[in-house]
């Protein structure tokens, strides 16, 4: 059972426009959601994170969006760049010793 | 300050064969957790270790396993390989692994299963 649904798989977007990543999730005892962005041959990193007690988070042209009530968050990127092109991973985690969860994945390619 | 290391990088097995992969984590970080990534799948758990102990595990079949050493490097061992091991292997480590969550993941260890 996928406890993190991530959409869409694979993502083109024109240089300059914005990226949307949208995931879901079931447990409600998730408290952490973090994004993580893996360039080939790379392992993922950490790229943002929220927590539920705020409903947007901002670091340069990265957003996430977080809607409680509708169990979503999904990540913004402004002003897409060729350079952001990589495959990004939502997560989740609920408090205490359980381990972080992930979405499958969304390829994204910036085209010029 | 070193990163996640992992080894080897990429190894070739065939049906039936084991393999060990080792993960040395960031220093002075504690928890090691292993995950299997695959095309189809993502990035899925497989079990963390914190001080020697393992303290939490994936849903995946007795022929995975894993131990970490007192220096909290990791192995994790893949017994009677068969072809839908083939994947990458990715090591992560954190401070505690528990509180914020964030994890500092190795390059992997791409294994193919022939």
């Known amino acids: 059972q996928q406890q993190v649904k991530q959409s869409p798989q694979s993502l083109i977007v024109q240089k300059g426009g914005i990226s949307i990543i949208n995931c879901a999730y079931e447990?409600?005892?998730?408290?952490?959601f973090p994004w993580y962005q893996q360039f080939p041959g790379k392992g993922p990193a950490l790229l943002i994170a929220?927590?539920?007690?705020?409903s947007e988070k901002k670091e340069g042209r990265f957003t996430i969006s977080f809607n409680k009530s509708a169990k979503q968050f999904s990540l913004h990127i402004m002003d897409s760049q060729p350079g952001d092109s990589a495959t990004y991973f939502c997560?989740?985690?609920?408090?205490?010793?359980?381990?972080?969860?992930f979405g499958k994945g969304t390829r994204l390619s910036v085209i010029a | 300050k070193a990163g996640v290391t992992q080894t080897p990088r990429y190894l070739i097995k065939t049906r039936g064969q084991q393999v060990t992969l080792s993960c040395s984590p960031i220093?002075?970080?504690?928890?090691v957790s292993w995950y299997q990534q695959t095309p189809g799948q993502g990035l899925q758990f497989l079990f963390e270790?914190?001080?020697?102990?393992?303290?939490n595990k994936g849903n995946f079949p007795g022929r995975f396993s894993g131990r970490q050493f007192s220096n909290s490097r990791s192995e994790m061992n893949v017994s009677t390989l068969e072809l839908g091991d083939s994947a990458l292997y990715l090591c992560?480590?954190?401070?505690?692994?528990?509180?914020?969550?964030?994890?500092?993941f190795g390059e992997g260890s791409r294994l193919t299963v022939l």
């Open positions: 997560a989740a985690k609920s408090s205490g010793n359980t381990p972080l969860v």
């Open positions: 929220i927590r539920p007690d705020v």
């Open positions: 447990n409600t005892a998730f408290d952490y």
């Open positions: 992560a480590s954190s401070l505690d692994g528990a509180a914020t969550g964030e994890l500092f």
């Open positions: 220093s002075g970080h504690r928890s």
């Open positions: 270790y914190f001080s020697e102990t393992q303290r």
